[in-house]
């Protein structure tokens, strides 16, 4: 069996952060999933909701923001290079999950 770490760990940390996949690795996971979803300039950022507002308190759209604009909005924002380069560091697998409907389409 295998332990895939939802959002990273995040019962520890915020969800889909880097903090959050890092303490996935400290807990042990053997790999990890996450949401994806493209910025309005197609930057591919790791991201549940359409909207900011649970976890930015930003009531924007993520397919309507630029990066520049979430990443104002929420720090912790990461990138799916950025994700991709943890996994990789650590040896772990990854579940991608792309988010539909959305404005980008199949652009994912």
């Known amino acids: 069996m295998f332990i895939y770490a939802h959002r990273g760990a995040s019962a520890d940390f915020p ?5 959050a996949y890092r303490g996935a690795v400290e807990q ?10 493209l910025s309005r300039d197609e930057i591919p950022v790791l991201w549940h909701n359409a909207s900011m507002l ?4 930003n009531d924007g759209l ?4 630029t990066f520049a ?8 924002i990461l990138m799916l290079d950025d ?4 996994a990789i560091a650590h040896s772990k697998g ?3 999950e792309t988010k539909h409907p959305v404005f980008s389409g199949n652009r994912v």
């Open 28 to 37: 042990g996971a053997d790999g990890f999933e996450c949401d994806l979803r």
């Open 69 to 76: 604009e979430i990443k104002r909005a929420y720090p912790q």
């Open 15 to 19: 969800e889909l952060t880097e903090s």
């Open 94 to 96: 990854m579940l991608i």
């Open 83 to 86: 994700f991709l380069d943890i």
């Open 62 to 65: 993520i397919a309507e923001m």
């Open 54 to 57: 649970e976890r930015a308190g």
